[in-house]
C-alpha cells in the first residue's frame, strides 16, 4: 500500500493503517508525532490545522521509509537517530543503548544526592567516573548539572564513544573518555580519586532473551545488554571492586541493576564494605538502582 497522496491527512491516515496491528494506539500516535515533527516541523499541536497542507516528494519518502523499519519493530529512536534524555537530545544509533526512563531516575537520584551533601561548596571539585558509558547520556547529565565536575566516562566500544563524544559536543560539554574494558583494565587509573563512580552495565541473562521484545532484541547493542547466566553479578563485582579503590573517603557507588538480582547484588556490595546500601525501586515498582557508601 502507498501513501494516497502528498497531503498530510493522507499521511496520518497511512500511518494509522499500516500500524495499528504493531503498535497500541497511544504509542503509535507518540511515533507519528515524533516523525512530523523530525521530518516537516510540525508539531503536535498543529498536525490538525495543517491537515489539508502537502509535503514534498522527498519528504513522503521519509514517512514511507519510516513506516516500512517500523513494520520491522526497528525502534524509532534508531529510525530518527536521536534519543531525549534528561531534557536534553542524543544522537542514538546501532552501536549504543537508547536511554531508558529507569536510568533518568538513577541520574535523579544522584543530582538529588548531591546537592543534599553540599558537595558544590567544597574547594576542591567533585570526580565523577561513568563506566560503561554507551551513548554518554549518564556522563553528560551529570556534567550538565554540575558544570565544575571532573567527568570521566569508560567504555570498551570504540563506535560508542565516537557517539558519545559527539553526544558531548551536541550538549556543550567536556568529558574525558577513555576506551577500556572494566574487566581487564589497560589504564592507569589514580586511587580513591572519585567521589562518584556511576554504571549501567549489562545486567540481562542471555536465558531472558525469549522474554525480549523484538524492538530491542534485533536492534540494540548485545555487548552492552547480555551476561552469560553462570555469572550474572560479572560486571557489578569487578566494578565494586574498582571502586573499593578508586572511591574517596564517603564516595558513592551507583548502579543501575537487574531486578531480578536486587537483592543478591545488595548483599555482595555489603560484604565487600559498603555501607548504607539503598536498593530503591523505580516508578514501575522495580528494583532497579542501587547505591552504597565507601
Not at 490545522?49 to 519528504?59: D, F, G, Q
Not at 530491542?216 to 560486571?235: G, R, S
Request: charged share 25%.
Amino acid at each position: 500500500m502507498k501513501i494516497a497522496s502528498n497531503k498530510i491527512a493522507d499521511i496520518v491516515r497511512y500511518f494509522k493503517d499500516e500500524l495499528k496491528n504493531s503498535y497500541e494506539s497511544g504509542e503509535l500516535e507518540t511515533i507519528m508525532w515524533w516523525c512530523f515533527e523530525d521530518f516537516v516541523n510540525i508539531k503536535r499541536s498543529e498536525l490538525t490545522l495543517e491537515k489539508n497542507e502537502t509535503v514534498s516528494e522527498s519528504e513522503l519518502l521519509k514517512f514511507s521509509f519510516a513506516v516500512k523499519e517500523l513494520k520491522q519493530h526497528k525502534p524509532i529512536q534508531y529510525i530518527l537517530g536521536k534519543a531525549d534524555f534528561y531534557g536534553m537530545k542524543f544522537i542514538v544509533n546501532k552501536n549504543v543503548l537508547i536511554p531508558r526512563p529507569e536510568t533518568e531516575e538513577l541520574v535523579e537520584m544522584i543530582i538529588n544526592e548531591f546537592q543534599i551533601s553540599d558537595f558544590r561548596f567544597q574547594k576542591q571539585p567533585i570526580n565523577i567516573l561513568d563506566i560503561g558509558t554507551g551513548s554518554g547520556c549518564i556522563a553528560i547529565a551529570l556534567k550538565k548539572n554540575f558544570p565544575s565536575a571532573n567527568v570521566t566516562a569508560i567504555d570498551i566500544s570504540e563506535e560508542a564513544l565516537k557517539v558519545a563524544k559527539q553526544n558531548a559536543k551536541l550538549n556543550n560539554v567536556e568529558i574525558n573518555f577513555i576506551q577500556d574494558n572494566i574487566l581487564n583494565l589497560s589504564n592507569n587509573y589514580q586511587l580513591t580519586t572519585n567521589n562518584y563512580i556511576v554504571s549501567n552495565p549489562p545486567y540481562i541473562c542471555i536465558s531472558e532473551k525469549e522474554q525480549m521484545q523484538k524492538n530491542v532484541l534485533d536492534y540494540e547493542p548485545h555487548l552492552a545488554l547480555f551476561v552469560e547466566n553462570n555469572n550474572p553479578l560479572l560486571f557489578y563485582e569487578a566494578i565494586t571492586n574498582f571502586a573499593l579503590q578508586h572511591l574517596k573517603p564517603n564516595g558513592r557507588l551507583y548502579f543501575e541493576i537487574n531486578q531480578a538480582y536486587g537483592e543478591e547484588t545488595k548483599q555482595m556490595m555489603e560484604q565487600k564494605g559498603f555501607k548504607n546500601v539503598l536498593l530503591k525501586k523505580d516508578l514501575n515498582d522495580k528494583s532497579r538502582i542501587l547505591r552504597g557508601e565507601i
